[in-house]
């Protein structure tokens, strides 16, 4: 009874354990990548908007 009550603990607690570490690491990751690639996307089309503006206007008052 001991045995079969220490095996059943140590495969929940092991189960639950990689259950919610996977989950976390998940979840971490795909904010984290979002994330980056938000920002990279969001930085990178400021850039060529703006260079593109300021070419335009130098153009066009050039």
Same mark, same amino acid.
């Given at each position: 009874?001991t045995?079969?009550?220490?095996h059943a603990t140590?495969h #929940? $607690?092991t !189960? %639950?354990? =990689?259950? *919610? +570490?996977?989950?976390a690491? @998940?979840h971490?990751t /795909?904010?984290? &990548?979002?994330h #980056? $690639?938000t !920002? %990279?996307? =969001?930085h *990178? +089309?400021t850039?060529?908007t @703006?260079h593109?503006? /300021?070419?335009a &206007?130098?153009? #066009?008052t050039?």
């Amino acid at each position: 009874t001991t045995h079969e009550t220490t095996h059943a603990t140590t495969h #929940a $607690t092991t !189960h %639950a354990t =990689t259950h *919610e +570490t996977t989950h976390a690491t @998940t979840h971490e990751t /795909t904010h984290a &990548t979002t994330h #980056a $690639t938000t !920002h %990279a996307t =969001t930085h *990178e +089309t400021t850039h060529a908007t @703006t260079h593109a503006t /300021t070419h335009a &206007t130098t153009h #066009a008052t050039t």
